[in-house]
């Protein structure tokens, strides 16, 4: 059963810019708080993003990505990570995933989610 699907990954040269988009099925993104996360080869998953619950849609984001990086939720139940200013530094495979239980508030915490995507490859170049 495949419940969150990542999509948007490629490859970008530096100072470029990338939507990624997050599709779930069989629940609505808008009922938890949803996230980004990333994860480099031979690295930890860290968090970049965050979006709260319903429609208050309150944000909150990795220092690396404070004025870069959106965090996004459409009414169609997709939920984004549109990039800007990319730098090799970000290349890593991104994850979406959904939290434990229905919040406002937002959190970068890998502990506080329990329901993963696949993930999908971004590769900035200089």
């Known amino acids: 059963q495949v419940q969150l699907v990542e999509s948007g990954g490629g490859s970008v040269q530096s100072g470029g810019s990338l939507t990624l988009s997050c599709r779930a099925s069989?629940?609505?993104?808008?009922?938890?708080?949803m996230g980004w996360f990333r994860q480099a080869p031979g690295k930890e998953r860290v968090g970049v993003a965050s979006?709260?619950?319903?429609?208050?849609?309150?944000t909150t984001y990795a220092d690396f990505a404070k004025g870069r990086f959106t965090i996004s939720r459409d009414n169609d139940n997709v939920v984004y990570l549109h990039m800007n200013s990319l730098q090799p530094e970000d290349t890593a495979t991104y994850y979406c995933?959904?939290?434990?239980?229905?919040?406002?508030?937002?959190?970068?915490?890998?502990?506080?989610?329990?329901?993963w995507g696949q993930g999908t490859q971004v590769t900035v170049s200089s």
């Open positions: 995933a959904r939290g434990s239980y229905a919040t406002i508030t937002p959190v970068l915490s890998v502990a506080s989610y329990t329901r």
């Open positions: 069989q629940f609505p993104t808008s009922d938890y708080p």
């Open positions: 979006i709260g619950a319903y429609e208050f849609r309150r």
